[in-house]
């Protein structure tokens, strides 16, 4: 139906484009609908719309110039564009436009995960951009005939238009099919289309193997042009000339065209291709394309070509196609090397060249403004490293490797042999190279050893160069692991190259290989060698090693180690591992000289040059004896020792060997007598110090002058020392030490150096004033250092000793006085006289001393002098002290005669000792009211009336003259003085005044006189008493303080008043101001107060309540207080009170624990007295259901009330009951809750389907809820019992919760998990507890079924009895997943099953690490579905055992092995002649000794099948060997002896012994030329359609070596400046492709976080908020929030369980597998479907048959397989053929239409088309009734109707009645469709996607952004500039010398080829085949790593970009830079 539909709307495009129709310029298409015509209505049609006559001629043609026939219009695409033409051949008069949609490709998505991967990581700059457009070039012209021209333009002259890049090349051109084609990206020319018509493709067809895999076919993807382009530039526009076309096809893409289309919301991947006429260049409007003109107007001269226009190249392009003219290009070389110079290479050695390679001409040319264009051709890239490795290589080793099915690569190991002291291996000319000074002896430690630790193999594919795959080695080629034979440093001397063919994947880009290393590593993988051009089937390792040794024996020229002494370790080497073993040796013999220990030696090439004896030589390693060796060191101890005692290590290529004996022994004594030897002193001012002299404190000393003579008596300033380097200055350090009690003390230190002009001096010291013994040194030292010594001699000195003694008294101090001073009392003033240097000297005697102080009488008895201490003795001071005691005041000593004659000090004085006390105020009589304190200012004066104070100064003051009078006591001893004004003086019954006595002394002091003054006491005015009065009528009462009163609870007492009286019982009158100070503890008012009166005081309510009151007045601390207290009566009877004893709840049948209490209350509930124990048997007791059998009502005689027990209720309801008590008219009611019985059982809350299903190991679906209940069925929720879940039988295990209790509604929930047991029923018990007395519980059924998802073991078959040859193909096996119910399981996946294949016989269940792991393939048609087929599986090429097993993984630990299967291979057919073991290259000369002319001595060869697999068991024969020569022309060849051509050995049982085989002695033959052994086995059986492959040997024959020896002397001249070149160049190389990758990554990062906003912008979110990560992270938190929110709102969903879903036949219940977003749609539908709900749906009837036997046939089933239902998609009944046959109303709607499918829609459509057929849902019932009358009028059968009211009409038309009615929704049970989340929900979830997108890319933006900026300034540093300018004269140099070698080398061909490098990966037998992460991923995680630096060469931990440019500077490093 689709196509039909497709073919009715088929419309072409034409273009009239005959020559007559007018002007040549553009003309739009028409358009001709073709859909449902044929060919000759078409032509009509044709003919019609473009007015052509019936005898007109006429051609439609393609854009492709292909007529349209009646078979290819059948074929016409939808929109295809057509040409009208008068004939076939007509030129095209105008250009035309042909729409064309470039949609990218499926295999986008398909091969994204493959591929793009490894292009993320293999993106490099321009060279490989280009590259990709050379590629398709290459494979344009690949069918050339002739010269095969590709040209790179690069157009940078402004004046011509905007810069551009051009490739052009005279390849095949494309048709405009495959110009489309071209345009869709990931279009491979595997899956694209190259014409319009399907009978004109061409599917691929794969090149023939040639040498080197140089087919051409090197465009694959259809990804690297559109890569390369839009990285190179914005727009690119394609022109193209197919071969025989005459039409040019021409396509733009650009980038900007597309964000026009994109924003204007147009088919982005829509354009057109212009059509016109060759040199048409009229459409070329724009000036910045004026260049085009040009361009187009060559295509005149061409019969076909692709050009490929770029335009709008980005900035930093240009700079670096510009500036990195040269280097690039070189790249560019490299990358096609060997399609530019042939299988073999750049060999400038060999005139021969490839022919076929020399037709391909790929040249390069940079076009400048004012500058002369800048043309190279890539074949004259001298410097390329392929031409470096190929033309720096001594000999070859040719391999080749064969793998899985066609996979073949070629190998090529070439050896740069070591001459004497260095290598020959190339270095990058463009390298990073360090730094480092040639005496940089830490870079000598190890002679760097050629290719170090950069890897062996570069990798080509197709030809071409992968440039990020490199293959490190091989383990046949590695370092040995074990002591061999060959240094291992030979292994380091080799380089190589391998050509793999198309078998192996590489990425889109080509910068990698896809799993090139896994596959050669493979333990399948099988190596031969290749010996002119023919493959030996040998022991690749043992040939290699043998070729190896063969090489170092020939090329390598080294050293000679003589007289071991044993190993060592060196500390002196700061790389820990190189520093042992290093074997020390004696002497050594170095191209003809011998050196040994103890032997005088000069150094070269050292800074500086040195002259010493070796001491010994050092070779790193463990050896033993004499030994051969390529470098070492040798230990030299330099001389004169006096002069430099120092041993040093350095290079053996350092030693002088021209120096003689002489020269060094003169130089050694020149050097010691330079020595300095003595000092010479000398005083300039004549005021000389002699030996041990004496001087007086301050005497000057100096100033000095010194010289420094040596032996000759020469003064010298500098030390001698070798040559030029800067010699150490000489210095004096003058050093003056005092020799001090405590020790010597350093007073002055100078050191002085030579001024040039004046000699050394030191300027005068004046400082020398401390006393004692001096002593004064002098020291020659060094400079640098300061050392005292020199080669183990102290330099000269000189010391001098004298002493310094104290001057004359010029001043004096005062000593410590005892202060503070207390007038007139006598102290001492000790005094000390000093030199002026303070040192204490002895005064004269006659002395005359004068102390003299301000405000004060000084005067003093006597003076005393002894030693130097004068002491004025008797020292007393008089006078009044005018400030506060203690204060300072300056005496001032006065010695006249001194140069400071007066000292001052300060002194504080005290007042003297108590004298007498004076007492203030001064009248004899002081008058004070009773109660009141006296108040007394007391002073203690010393004899000058100065106030005392001192310690203990207490004065006391006694009262006399009554009884219990106060003593008071003042201390004085701070101040001097003191107030008495503490206790009242209180005189009880004080009636009249009294007199007293008050007495002061001072008790300490009894010489102080007492002083006494007389106080008078009167009675005083406050109140002392207050009482409270009560008027109640005429009645007045008095309380006393402290009276109970017996009141009515709840009244009032009123009328009272209060009265206060004083201390002689006189009444206070009442005032305000009294009233203010009355108080009480109740209410009051103060204006009742103020008046007398109290307020009224009102009784408590309650009788027990006693409460106390109180009035106080308080006069300032006087309070005087008068209280009683009321106690409340009961009042009248009022009501019935009942009183708890206990709770008031009581279970059912219990009694009601406790008493209740009966009384009779007042109106406040207080108890009367009103019962009595006769009121007992009046008392009524009612309630709903109570049980008074045992009820009591009793009199309580201690408590005086009535008593009721025993109250008990009938089983009944639950909850609060009303007990009424009632006596006369007194009622009480009480409330009792009754809750349930104590627990007496469990039941289960809601009734299961017994018994309940579920499959082995699983969960059950619900939790089991069960209720604690008493014996009438009542919740009993008791937290003290407990309940349990056990199984009935002892074969269930299940997994749940521990026992619990139950919940506050009696209720406990168990979650049943892992039920595990065999198939059959079972039994769940509940049991519970209650203080250890068991409660009965039910037993749930469970039925347990096998799970039939859940895997058991795997079944595996295949053929028992086929037969395995090497490298065949497998039998197919076919593996089955069992089930636990033992049927196969489908739907699984299949990455998870696997297929493990080792060598060897099963040693275990498990196969060894090494196993190989191969996936299952896609089972055919025909083939099961629920099994897995392992087919075309390749069978290993090595003949031996094998074991097979199959594992099948269930998640990340846990898999099912099969049993293991071990099969036999066997050899394949026999195919060719191998030797066992490559022999070694034979070396010979026609001369006469035998040894010589032997070609082999003994070699066993073998008849193998072409896996080198013995397949010749059963063959016997001949072999013929014979000798030819490199080509047919070689016409002298050698002859054996004998001087025959040929020789004959037996070949027996496929073996062959081939023996002592020789040349003949003087036999022909050209020197230096190379020759083939051909050994041709001759076997019956064998003719010539079928003839095994022989065994080629080649050999060399020479005639002298005279040839060779002078190679290897121009070789060696050159490759001390290759090797720097070469490194300079790949520092170079690798840091600029580092750096624009870099710069790449941020562009991407950029436009990555640019085109997020976008879409950010488009999701209606506001992108300024995002302008941080964190911003970012609180806007998603916040839709996640938004999210959840969602998802918990309340939404309508299904609630009936689905137990059998987890199996994978099962789709579910009806009721899950649909949602229906409208509410009353879903209403009426689920309850039309209702009888249907709970069906289960399968996808199988055995399915449907198990779930019917497990439930015993209740759970109804409905199998997909026996279900016919056909959607016809036909429309409404109403619909009509398309139209509507009357007006419809209510919205009709079949109702499937509103069911949503979350998943299996198609099943689901099956379904429901059953179940609900057509029927329709409308609005309402009217409207469904005049639907379905309006469809039976039409004679149409109607289907039923539903409303979304909830009505039906039935298909028969019935309607009404409650079966006809759908229930509300909330009656429904749950038994109802869900609904769907609302859109809110997804829209949420793009945005938090979106928001997460642009989080990761706003921090890598910011990461790659940094690495770049710190990489570029690290490039533009002037260290870097520095080594190009170093590089660039060393390849001036290089090129002279290369000049000269290359006139005199001879021209012997060598193969050669060259490899990429990996990190070495450990083999086994067989090797899985998985991608892996290549070396170059150093460098980004160099650049990515974040943690500490940890050391110099411990790259990975280095912090960013900066830890790679501190390790880059390392001179280790250059071999890791290489292998980026």
Request: include cysteine.
């Amino acid at each position: 139906m689709a196509d039909s539909s497709s073919d009715v709307q088929r419309t072409v495009f034409v273009f009239d484009c005959r020559l007559k129709c007018g002007d040549d310029s553009e003309r739009s298409e028409r358009t001709v609908r073709v859909g449902g015509l044929d060919f000759a209505d078409f032509l009509r049609a044709i003919s019609q719309e473009f007015s052509i006559g019936d005898k007109e001629m006429f051609v439609l043609m393609t854009t492709d110039r292909k007529e349209i026939t009646a078979e290819r219009f059948a074929e016409l695409k939808d929109g295809s564009t057509l040409h009208l033409l008068q004939s076939i051949d007509q030129v095209l008069p105008m250009a035309t436009k042909e729409r064309i949609l470039f949609l990218p490709h499926y295999d986008t998505l398909i091969k994204s995960g493959m591929y793009e991967y490894y292009a993320s990581e293999g993106q490099k700059s321009i060279p490989y951009a280009l590259a990709e457009l050379i590629d398709n070039s290459l494979s344009a012209t690949a069918s050339n005939t002739g010269v095969r021209t590709i040209e790179i333009r690069l157009l940078f002259d402004e004046s011509q238009g905007k810069p551009t890049v051009v490739v052009l090349d005279n390849g095949c051109g494309m048709t405009s099919k495959q110009l489309n084609n071209w345009a869709v990206y990931r279009l491979s020319k595997f899956t694209r289309e190259n014409n319009t018509f399907r009978s004109d493709h061409a599917d691929y067809v794969r090149p023939c193997p040639v040498p080197r895999s140089l087919n051409s076919d090197i465009s694959y993807f259809g990804v690297g042009g559109k890569q390369a382009v839009f990285f190179i530039g914005q727009s690119v526009r394609m022109i193209t000339r197919p071969a025989g076309s005459l039409d040019i096809h021409e396509l733009v893409l650009s980038k900007e065209e597309f964000e026009r289309k994109e924003k204007n919301k147009e088919d982005i991947y829509c354009g057109f291709i212009r059509n016109r006429q060759p040199g048409d260049s009229s459409h070329i409007t724009n000036e910045d394309e004026r260049f085009l003109h040009s361009v187009i107007h060559e295509e005149l001269t061409k019969e076909h070509f692709t050009a490929v226009v770029i335009t709008g190249i980005q900035t930093e392009h240009i700079a670096y196609l510009r500036n990195d003219f040269y280097l690039w290009t070189r790249e560019l070389a490299h990358v096609y090397h060997y399609y530019i110079h042939g299988t073999h290479g750049n060999n400038k050695k060999s005139p021969h060249k490839d022919s076929d390679m020399t037709k391909i001409n790929i040249k390069v040319c940079l076009m400048e403004k004012s500058k002369s264009p800048r043309m190279l051709n890539l074949r004259d890239v001298a410097d390329d490293m392929q031409t470096l490795y190929i033309n720096s290589a001594a000999d070859s080793f040719e391999f080749r490797v064969h793998v899985d099915g066609d996979g073949v690569v070629e190998g090529l190991i070439r050896y740069h042999p070591f001459l004497y002291d260095r290598e020959t291996y190339p270095e990058d000319p463009y390298a990073h190279v360090p730094n480092v000074p040639e005496d940089d002896e830490e870079d000598c430690i190890v002679s760097t050893e050629g290719r170090g630790k950069r890897p062996i193999f570069e990798c080509y594919w197709n030809g071409r160069l992968i440039p990020y795959t490199t293959i490190s080695e091989f383990d046949w080629c590695a370092w040995p692991k074990k002591s061999t034979p060959l240094p291992a440093e030979c292994f380091s001397r080799i380089s190589g190259v391998l050509f793999a063919n198309d078998c192996f994947q590489v990425s889109t880009n080509k910068l990698t290989f896809m799993d090139l290393e896994l596959q050669l590593k493979d333990k399948e993988a099988i190596f031969t060698r290749v010996v002119n051009g023919q493959e030996q089937r040998v022991k690749i390792q043992k040939e290699f090693l043998q070729w190896l040794k063969d090489c170092h024996e020939k090329w390598d020229k080294q050293v000679k180690f003589m007289g071991f002494q044993g190993t060592t370790v060196r500390t002196d080497v700061s790389t820990k591992k190189m520093q042992s073993p290093w074997a020390c040796f004696t002497s050594i013999e170095w191209e003809g000289k011998t050196y040994s220990a103890g032997q005088f030696v000069k150094s070269i090439k050292t800074h500086p040059i040195f002259y010493g004896s070796i001491v010994q030589f050092l070779l790193y390693g463990d050896h033993e004896d004499d030994v051969y060796a390529t470098g070492g060191q040798v230990q030299v101890s330099m001389e004169p020792k006096a002069l430099f005692d120092e041993v040093r290590t350095i290079p053996i290529s350092k030693i002088d060997r021209g120096v003689t004996l002489e020269s060094i022994k003169k130089y050694i004594e020149q050097e010691l007598a330079k020595l300095p030897h003595k000092l010479r002193l000398t005083w300039p001012e004549g005021n000389a110090w002699s030996q041990d002299d004496v001087r007086p404190a301050g005497t000057p000393f100096g100033p000095i002058q010194v010289e420094i003579l040596n032996k000759k008596g020469e003064p010298m300033v500098r030390m001698p020392v070798p040559n030029t380097n800067p010699s150490k200055k000489l210095l004096v350090e003058l050093k003056v030490t005092w020799h001090s009690d405590t020790g010597d003390v350093e007073t002055n230190s100078h050191i002085c150096q030579h001024g040039g002009k004046w000699p050394y001096w030191f300027k005068t010291m004046e400082n020398l004033s401390n006393l004692g013994k001096y002593t004064l040194r002098l020291q020659a030292m060094l400079n640098e250092g300061g050392a005292t010594e020199f080669a183990n001699c102290r330099l000269p000195s000189q010391t001098l000793h004298f002493s310094i003694c104290a001057g004359t008294a010029e001043k004096f101090t005062v000593g410590t006085v005892d202060t503070p001073v207390r007038v007139g009392v006598p102290f001492s003033i000790p005094l000390q006289f000093l030199d002026s240097y303070n040192h204490q000297t002895q005064p004269s005697s006659d002395l005359q001393v004068r102390v003299e102080c301000s405000g004060f009488a000084i005067s003093y008895d006597e003076t005393c002098l002894k030693g130097t201490s004068f002491i004025i003795k008797g020292v007393k001071a008089s006078g009044l002290l005018k400030h506060y005691p203690g204060k300072s005041y300056n005496m001032k000593v006065v010695v006249p005669g001194l140069k400071r004659e007066s000292q001052s000090l300060k002194i504080s004085f005290l007042p003297g000792p108590p004298h007498c006390l004076v007492i203030k105020p001064d009248a004899k009589e002081t008058v004070v009211e009773n109660g009141m304190s006296t108040t007394f200012t007391v002073e203690v004066h010393d004899e000058a009336g100065n106030i005392v104070t001192q310690p203990k100064l207490i004065v006391r003051c006694q009262y006399n003259g009554a009884p219990n009078l106060p003593m008071e006591a003042v201390d004085c001893s701070n101040t001097g003085m003191g107030l008495f004004m503490g206790k009242p003086l209180y005189l009880k019954n004080l009636r009249a005044d009294k007199c007293l006595a008050a007495k002061f002394d001072i008790p300490s002091y009894a010489e102080v006189p007492a002083v006494e003054r007389k106080v008078r006491v009167t009675p005083s005015c406050r109140a002392v008493r207050l009482e409270v009065i009560s008027q109640q009528e005429d009645n007045i009462i008095i309380l006393k303080d402290g009276e109970k009163i017996s009141w009515t609870a709840g009244d009032i007492l009123q009328n009272l008043h209060y009265r206060i009286y004083d201390e002689a019982d006189r009444l206070v009158p009442i005032t305000a101001a009294v009233g203010k100070k009355i108080k009480v503890n109740w209410k009051a008012s103060s204006k009742e107060l103020d008046k007398g009166r109290l307020p009224d005081v009102p009784v408590p309510t309650v009788v027990k309540d006693e409460h106390f009151y109180q009035v106080s007045y308080q006069d300032g601390n006087m309070t005087v207080t008068c209280s009683f207290i009321i106690m409340p009566r009961p009042d009248e009877p009022k009501s019935m009170k009942a009183t708890w004893k206990s709770v008031t709840s009581v279970q059912v049948g219990e009694e009601l624990p406790g008493e209740i209490l009966l009384d009779v209350v007042d109106q406040y509930g207080n108890k009367t007295s009103t019962l009595t124990p006769a009121c007992v048997n009046s008392i009524g007791v009612s309630a709903e259901g109570l049980d008074k059998s045992n009820l009591k009502i009793t009199w309580e005689e201690s408590v005086q009330s009535i008593l009721i027990q025993g109250v008990r209720f009938l089983p009944g309801a639950l909850g609060a009951r009303e007990l009424c008590l009632a006596w006369r008219e007194f009622v009480e009611c009480l409330r009792v809750n009754v809750t349930a019985g104590p627990p007496a059982k469990v039941r289960l809350v809601d009734a299961l389907e017994e018994p309940l299903q579920v499959f082995n190991g699983c969960d059950l679906e619900k939790p089991l809820v069960v209720h604690l209940c008493d014996e009438w069925g009542n919740p009993s929720p008791d937290p003290r019992a407990i309940i349990s879940l056990k199984p009935s039988s002892s074969d269930l295990k299940i997994k749940t919760t521990t026992p619990q209790s139950p919940d506050a509604d009696g209720k406990a929930s168990f979650t049943v998990k892992q039920v595990t047991a065999v198939k059959g029923e079972y039994g769940l018990e509940f049991k519970g507890s209650l203080h250890r007395q068991p409660i009965p519980g039910p037993v749930v059924k469970v039925k347990v079924l096998p799970d039939p998802n859940k895997p058991v073991k795997l079944s595996v078959s295949y053929d028992t009895k086929a037969v395995y040859p090497a490298g065949g193909i497998l039998t197919v096996f076919s593996v089955t997943v069992v089930s636990e119910e033992g049927a196969s399981i489908r739907n699984l996946n299949p990455a998870s099953m696997s297929m493990m294949l080792w060598k060897g016989e099963a040693s275990g269940s498990r196969p060894p690490s090494n196993a190989e792991t191969l996936k299952c393939s896609k089972p055919k048609e025909t083939e099961r579905d629920d099994a897995f087929y392992f087919r075309d599986k390749i069978i290993p090429e090595r003949a031996g055992k094998y074991t097979i097993q199959f594992f099948f993984s269930l998640d990340k630990t846990k898999g099912l092995w099969s049993n293991q299967f071990v099969i036999n291979v066997v050899p394949n057919i026999p195919e060719k002649l191998m030797p066992n073991s490559q022999p070694p290259t034979p070396v010979v000369s026609n001369i006469s000794s035998i040894e010589s002319r032997t070609l082999i001595k003994n070699l066993t060869i073998v008849i193998m099948d072409k896996y080198n697999n013995p397949a010749g068991a059963q063959l016997d024969g001949t072999v013929v060997v014979s000798i030819r020569g490199p080509s047919d022309r070689v016409v002298e060849l050698p002859v054996f002896k004998g001087k025959v051509k040929s020789m004959s050995f037996p070949l027996s049982g496929g073996t062959a012994e081939i023996t002592n085989l020789a040349i003949m002695e003087k036999c022909p033959g050209t020197d230096g030329m190379e020759y083939t052994l051909h050994f041709q086995p001759v076997v019956p059986g064998f003719g010539e359609d079928n003839m095994l492959n022989p065994f080629q040997l080649p050999f060399m024959f020479y005639n002298d070596s005279k040839n060779q020896e002078q190679m290897a002397a121009l070789t060696k001249k050159k490759d001390r400046l290759s090797q720097s070149i070469v490194a300079y160049k790949s520092l170079f190389d690798t840091n600029k492709q580092l750096i624009s990758e870099l710069k790449g990554k941020f562009y991407d990062a950029s436009s990555k976080e640019i085109h997020l906003k976008s879409e950010i912008r488009k999701s209606n979110m506001n992108v300024a908020q995002l302008f941080t990560v964190d911003s970012i992270d609180a806007v998603i938190a916040q839709k996640k929030a938004e999210q959840a929110k969602i998802l918990n709102q309340p939404r309508r969903t299904c609630s009936i369980p689905d137990v059998f879903k987890t199996n994978p036949d099962v789709l579910g219940k009806v009721a899950h597998l649909a949602l229906v977003e409208d509410n009353d749609a879903a209403q009426v539908i689920s309850w039309h479907l209702s009888g249907d709900m709970d069906c289960v749906v399968t996808l199988t009837t055995s399915a449907a048959r198990q779930i019917y036997d497990d439930t015993q046939g209740r759970q109804q089933v409905m199998p997909l397989d026996s279900v016919l239902w056909r959607n016809n998609n036909r429309p409404l009944p109403h619909i009509i053929k398309g139209l509507t046959s009357f007006l419809v109303i209510g919205n009709p709607v079949f109702a499937r239409d509103l069911l949503i499918f979350p998943e299996h829609a198609e099943s689901c459509q099956i379904v429901f088309g059953n179940l609900l057929g057509d029927t329709i849902l409308i609005d309402n019932l009217d409207a469904a009734n005049h639907y379905r009358k309006q469809v039976i009028q039409n004679k149409v059968q109607c289907p039923t109707l539903l409303t979304r009211q909830g009505e039906r009409v039935r298909s028969n038309g019935k309607f009404g009645g409650l079966q006809n009615k759908a229930p509300p929704i909330e009656k429904m049970r749950g038994q109802v469709f869900g609904a769907p989340l609302p859109k809110q929900y997804h829209t949420l979830c793009g945005q938090i996607e979106l928001l997460q997108q642009y989080r990761l890319a706003m921090v890598k933006h910011a990461e790659v952004k940094d690495d770049y900026e710190v990489h570029l300034a690290y490039m533009r540093s002037p260290e870097m500039l520095q080594k190009e300018k170093e590089m660039t004269e060393q390849q001036k140099q290089l090129k002279e010398i290369e000049t000269k070698l290359g006139t005199t080398t001879t021209n012997r061909n060598s193969s050669s080829s060259a490899i990429k490098r990996s990190t070495p990966v450990e083999t086994s037998e067989i090797t899985p085949k998985r991608p892996r992460r290549e070396i170059r991923s150093l460098i980004a995680y160099i650049i990515r790593s974040r943690g500490p630096s940890r050391g110099y060469l411990d790259v990975p931990s280095s912090r960013g970009l900066g830890g790679f440019y501190g390790f880059m500077k390392q001179p280790c490093v250059v071999i890791c830079v290489l292998i980026c």
